[in-house]
């Protein structure tokens, strides 16, 4: 009796109405959420609390490529949920191994480990790439040579490669051994890749930075210098990767192969993983009890993550995102010249995509995202200067326009407030 009565208070506890400002009573304050609170969501449609519809083109900034309660993607997790949940490391599963297989098999790499996010696949990338050069080379070759205003995750070693200096701070002392270059600058990395150096990493398209694009010279060149000083080339493809190029991942564009390539957000549509795919010689420094993590290659995000890559990893489906990609970005264009005092340029690569702001509207990249907001579109920003789009890859082209008018008024709306 006694039980049954704790299970009803706690049942009744958790319907409890909690709203915006039950955050600000309970959580730790690291973010700063909409006052809309999200309750349920399907394709790109998302409602909140109050019945609202709004059109969703941040994809839980690149998470829900597939869309909210993809059907597929449910009816797989759905059948997992049912079979086997978690075993531990101390037993592999047939999910993880199937992934492995079709991740290996669409990529360059022979090696998976899988984690579960994007901060620990950089961990995990950074930790063997040390490894790596320890072991064949010695402990001087330590150096990790990454970009300025690059983004690779917020646990200490990866929020310290990463070159935003805003989000280190006060968290003092730093790894060491990690050297900053501007991107995009052949130059700077030429200078910056000498022998001590174990690995560069680089985001092909800076996310969080600004959404901009490497370029392909850059990119070769990064690969020219890395092997001729023996460093290892990362490629963080955590926000880029997973068909949002309208590749698969964006170096089968750029037709620049790295040596390890981390993965995230995409690969699990909402459901958290993160991987690692390597060579089979780099990943041979990675010995038993080298690095790990209990959820790492769980049945149930491996098997979520399967039908993921099954469904992105199509040529049908990966022309469908470039035909997207080519839709939205001229339809941003004419927004941008038709409101040229407020954009300069429409920049990115795929259906990753940074309006850019002119000189004058500088630091209002949030005041833009908050009327789009208040018109039903949920829009992303990549720092104060850019406002981020980054659709799931179904979009239509009629929600494209539904998007593009919804912004339309909620420019209106800012301008005349100016
Ligand atoms: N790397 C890149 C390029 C990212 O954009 C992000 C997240 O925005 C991360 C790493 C970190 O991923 P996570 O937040 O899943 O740890």
Not at 52 to 66: E, K, N, P, W
Not at 253 to 271: F, R
Request: one cysteine or more; charged letters at 20%; proline letters at 5%.
């Amino acid at each position: 009796m006694h039980s049954i009565q704790r299970f009803d208070d706690a049942a009744v506890a958790a319907q409890e109405a909690v709203g915006r400002q039950t955050f600000d009573q309970v959580m730790v304050p690291t973010y700063a959420p909409s006052a809309m609170v999200p309750v349920r969501a399907s394709g790109l449609d998302l409602w909140d609390q109050a019945g609202r519809q709004y059109l969703d083109f941040t994809a839980g900034i690149g998470v829900t490529s597939l869309g909210h309660a993809n059907p597929a993607v449910v009816a797989a997790l759905r059948a997992q949920a049912d079979t086997l949940w978690h075993v531990g490391n101390g037993f592999t599963n047939e999910p993880v191994l199937r992934l492995a297989k079709a991740l290996t098999a669409a990529t360059f790499a022979e090696r998976a480990f899988f984690c579960n996010s994007g901060a620990e696949a950089n961990e995990a990338a950074f930790k063997l790439a040390r490894k790596y050069a320890h072991g064949k080379f010695g402990p001087h070759k330590s150096r990790i040579v990454s970009c300025v205003n690059s983004f690779h995750g917020r646990t200490l070693f990866t929020v310290s490669v990463g070159g935003q200096p805003k989000y280190t701070e006060g968290f003092e002392p730093l790894p060491p051994d990690l050297h900053h270059i501007p991107f995009n600058d052949i130059d700077a990395a030429r200078a910056a890749i000498t022998d001590d150096v174990c690995a560069v990493v680089v985001e092909p398209v800076q996310g969080e930075g600004g959404v901009l694009p490497a370029s392909v010279e850059y990119l070769r060149a990064l690969r020219e210098f890395c092997d001729a000083k023996g460093a290892l080339l990362i490629f963080d493809e955590v926000q880029c990767g997973m068909g949002r190029t309208g590749k698969l991942f964006a170096y089968m564009g750029y037709g620049v192969t790295p040596d390890i390539l981390t993965s995230a957000k995409a690969l699990g549509n909402g459901y958290p993983i993160g991987a690692m795919l390597t060579t089979e010689a780099v990943a041979a420094a990675f010995t038993v009890g080298a690095h790990g993590t209990t959820y790492g290659g769980n049945p149930l995000a491996a098997a979520v993550a399967l039908k993921v890559l099954d469904t992105i990893n199509a040529p049908a489906f990966l022309a469908r995102v470039g035909a997207a990609a080519s839709y939205l970005k001229d339809k941003l264009d004419g927004v941008a010249q038709e409101y040229p005092q407020v954009f300069a340029t429409v920049r990115g690569s795929g259906l990753m995509l940074g309006m850019v702001l002119s000189e004058g509207w500088r630091g209002k990249a949030k005041e833009i995202t908050k009327a789009a907001e208040a018109e039903g579109l949920m829009l992303l920003i990549a720092g104060p200067d850019v406002v981020r789009l980054l659709p799931a890859l179904v979009v239509t082209d009629v929600q494209i326009d539904e998007a593009v008018a919804r912004l339309r008024r909620a420019l209106d709306t800012v301008v005349a407030a100016q």
